[in-house]
């Protein structure tokens, strides 16, 4: 049976509950154990799917095709555990799934009620697919007194209770803020939330203190008095330099051996922490700089890319290179000089994304990286403009398009309304509902022998992680084809293109997938590191 580690947060959300969990999860890993993370989201919505990526960030796509939170891939960057469709839920899929079930008369005409039936699905959700790790870290989101994250609260107090203290633990992050005109740290934020959280049943058995700064010991030891916490289990979480840095950070101040002794086990052997001693090395070793601009439709919001900007960095650090990201809004291209803006670049990136607006400033950075051979990567959005512009430039076809954007006389980006899934196949149609109904999670591409995206990945099938609903358009091919655009890659019954990339060209690869899903910071995705390595050798050329 597992043992379960509740993660919850107070005073303020974006605390880093998602990176501690994480960075736990990766330092019991070091001990030698198995684990599993999961999050638990009080918002209404379904899942992620549908909502804007300025207001919560990137949608995390796993294999199995689920739409979850961005806080699923810190799980999987710090781990290399692939996280699946049992590992985020909402209030709404909770709520979806009773109100189904009372549809059906499935409760045989009792009263509904929040308890114990949402608690009861909560906990069933946290249980669930549990038996086969040592560790189920399960991160609360949002912060301690949300009324929406009431019932989630009340599902892991009764959790506790039914498997025993020895099994479950609680861990409670909060702000410790620095009140500059005062000169002084505060610890009543944290006084309050663990007030708050103690009134609704659950004492905290460690308490994770996040600052800016190094916390004195006698703020540490007024917080162990007040909040009934020994002074041995409040956790420094100081800002550090780079969000790899925080396993090691989190160890040096006792974090996983406290949390074993928890459980009632006393380890006298080291973890092994050597690829983060190394991680760490490799980020302060930097030997060259790149410069890459990402033409975004989110920019306002770095999470928005999250996996992304983490991919880039990942290649980047295992090549000892610091890449420097230009966050470049596409509607700004639209209305200015392009020069005002790329001429310094060493590379350009195209990234996922919806809708018309800023698609012609993509379309604009495309052609520029193109005719400029300068190294061009385009992810799902990122392609489908790519072959807009190869059509319209390379095959003369000024209104070629996507239907995405309405009728079109060249739609060389079609709505895809069926394909393949194992031995099964989906359809659809302009009118089925926009969550969950997209290509979504895992599926295999069968690369050109002798392609550039074949030397790059080492082999000749690949699986990656799809998140779209339009394709491209197959009929263009041949014609394309004959103007030096290579379909490197392409679905096991060549009906989808997953690839694309040109042979007059140093480097410019587009994709229908998002590789950034599964880069990891020990094992980088090999597209970004011949990417960013393209990026650096244009650098050497200026």
């Known amino acids: ?57 990137e949608v995390f796509v796993t294999d199995d095709g689920a739409e979850t939170d961005l806080d699923l891939g810190h799980y999987e960057r710090f781990t290399g555990v692939s996280a699946t469709k049992y590992d985020n839920i909402t209030s709404g899929r909770i709520y979806q799934n009773i109100i189904q079930k009372e549809r059906r008369g499935d409760y045989l005409g009792g009263t509904v009620q929040v308890i114990p039936h949402v608690t009861d699905a909560i ?69 309050h939330s663990v007030k708050e959280l103690t009134s609704i049943g659950i004492q905290p058995d460690i308490i994770v203190l996040r600052c800016d700064r190094e916390i004195p010991e006698d703020e540490r030891k007024k917080i162990s008095s007040f909040c009934n916490v020994p002074f041995r289990r409040i956790i420094p979480a100081v800002d550090v330099k780079n969000i790899y840095d925080v396993p090691m950070n989190l160890h040096k101040n006792g974090f996983d051996f406290e949390v074993l002794k928890l459980f009632n086990i006393n380890r006298k052997t080291k973890p092994d922490l050597s690829r983060w001693i190394q991680i760490s090395k490799n980020a302060n070793s930097i030997e060259n700089n790149v410069n890459i601009t990402i033409v975004g439709k989110y920019v306002q919001l770095k999470d928005a890319y999250k996996s992304l900007d ?19 809004d596409s509607e700004i291209l639209e209305n200015t000089h392009i020069l005002d803006h790329l001429n310094n670049t060493d590379a350009i990136l195209v990234p996922g994304g919806f809708g018309q607006r800023g698609s012609e400033g993509k379309i604009k ?51 895809m309304t069926e394909w393949k899934k194992g031995k099964s196949v989906e359809k659809r149609d302009e009118n089925t509902d926009l969550g969950g109904t997209m290509r979504l999670g895992a599926y295999e591409a069968v690369l050109s022998e002798g392609s550039k995206v074949a030397s790059i990945y080492n082999m000749n099938k690949i699986s990656e992680r799809h998140r779209h609903r339009w394709e491209a358009n197959i009929f263009y091919k041949e014609s394309l084809e004959k103007k030096g655009v290579l379909f490197s890659g392409m679905s096991p019954d060549g009906k989808l293109p997953e690839i694309i990339e040109l042979l007059d060209h140093p480097w410019f690869v587009a994709v229908q997938f998002h590789p950034e899903l599964k880069s990891r910071p020990f094992d980088p995705h090999p597209l970004f590191v011949s990417y960013v390595l393209a990026a650096l050798e244009k650098s050497r050329l200026v």
């Open 1 to 57: 049976m597992a043992r379960f580690i509740f993660i919850t947060g107070g005073v303020v959300s974006s605390l880093g509950k998602g990176l501690s969990s994480a960075s736990l999860g990766a330092l019991l890993q070091s001990h030698g154990y198995t684990v599993r993370l999961r999050k638990l989201d009080p918002y209404l919505n379904v899942d992620p799917g549908t909502m804007n990526p300025i207001q919560h960030g």
């Open 123 to 191: 906990k069933d959700f946290v249980l669930d697919h549990s038996d086969d790790v040592d560790f189920l870290l399960c991160e609360i989101g949002g912060t301690v007194g949300d009324i929406e994250a009431l019932p989630f609260f009340e599902a892991i107090r009764q959790l506790r209770n039914e498997l025993g203290h020895e099994n479950c633990i609680f861990i409670h992050l909060t702000l410790l803020p620095f009140i500059a005109a005062a000169g002084e740290l505060k610890t009543k934020p944290t006084q």
């Open 310 to 328: 983490e991919a880039l960095y990942h290649a980047g650090l295992i090549n000892k290179i610091k890449v420097n990201i230009d966050w470049l």
């Open 365 to 415: 950075a495309i052609n520029f990286a193109r005719e400029r051979k300068i190294p061009y990567l385009g992810i799902c959005f990122g392609m489908q403009m790519a072959i807009i512009e190869l059509s319209r430039s390379l095959l003369g076809l000024e209104n070629a398009s996507t239907t995405e954007f309405g009728t079109t006389e060249h739609p060389v980006v079609d709505l």
